[in-house]
């Protein structure tokens, strides 16, 4: 690998930006394991290796199962996720695979039934910016940590 550019060297005005988003997104009525399944399954979906390693690690250090990661990539076809849980990958899937039409009536509709209008919003959000780090540590070949 080449060694790319550190942005938060380079750019650190941009970097500061984006970790004020993700410090906003810690305080929200979304459950902590909630947004950690959504950016490890964003992070599968875009093959972010870096970031799959980050949240999966710290998933697991705080409270999820290695058998529910394991099979997030199949969260559709297991009852080990709850309703709320379904709702809220849903959404950050259509977010993530945003070429297929990005979030859909469906989608939207079901979160409401878990979810309020600033929970909707929180949930846009943390699909939104998993999807920038994960531009962002693939961009600059960030390496998992051995």
Not at 118 to 125: C, E, G, N, P, R
Request: with cysteine.
């Amino acid at each position: 690998m080449s060694n790319r550019v550190k942005i938060q060297n380079a750019f650190p005005e941009a970097w500061k930006a984006m970790y004020g988003v993700e410090t906003t997104l810690a305080n929200t009525n979304i459950p902590l394991t909630t947004k950690e399944l959504m950016k490890v399954r964003a992070s599968q979906l875009n093959q972010c290796a870096f970031c799959i390693d980050m949240h999966a690690t710290s998933a697991l250090k705080n409270g999820e199962t290695a058998k529910r990661l394991l099979l997030l990539d199949a969260w559709k076809e297991t009852d080990l996720f709850s309703e709320e849980e379904k709702a809220a990958l849903a959404v950050v899937e259509d977010i993530t695979l945003i070429h297929q039409g990005g979030l859909s009536e469906a989608t939207y509709q079901n979160a409401q039934k878990y979810y309020d209008e600033k929970s909707i919003a929180q949930l846009i959000m943390v699909a939104v910016v998993i999807n920038s780090w994960n531009r962002i540590a693939i961009s600059t070949q960030l390496p998992v940590a051995k």
